[in-house]
């Protein structure tokens, strides 16, 4: 089971950047997806979850009404569409799976980084 994640880079504030994160190995399509990010000498914040169907959502308060989370079940692939980005956004982030909404997140991708200039 692998997941990849892209769509990381440098970016000016107020930007915008869209991450994907393709699964393989497995069907997700019955799984919950997440988003985390962190920084280097922080805690892993749990940015943004969607459920199998995409009719429930998770946002951390900091990104809501700016980020966007959705799947595409028969690309199994997640995405993270960040807009009005500022640096305080700037982290390597990660897509995870877990198989039960609300349940551990079971399988990791390696992180692509965000880089959000002033």
């Known amino acids: 089971v692998q997941l990849q994640a892209s769509g990381g880079g440098l970016v000016q504030t107020g930007g915008s950047l869209r991450l994907s994160c393709a699964a393989s190995g497995r069907t997700f399509s019955s799984y919950a997806m997440g988003w985390f990010r962190q920084v280097p000498g922080k805690e892993r914040e749990y940015v943004a979850a969607i459920n199998w169907s995409g009719g429930s959502t998770y946002y951390t308060d900091s990104v809501k009404g700016r980020f966007t989370i959705s799947r595409d079940n028969a690309k199994n692939t997640v995405y993270l569409q960040m807009n009005s980005l500022s640096p305080e956004d700037t982290a390597v982030y990660y897509c995870?799976?877990?198989?039960?909404?609300?349940?551990?997140?079971?399988?990791w991708g390696q992180g692509t980084l965000v880089t959000v200039s002033s």
């Open positions: 995870a799976v877990a198989s039960a909404w609300g349940g551990e997140y079971e399988y």
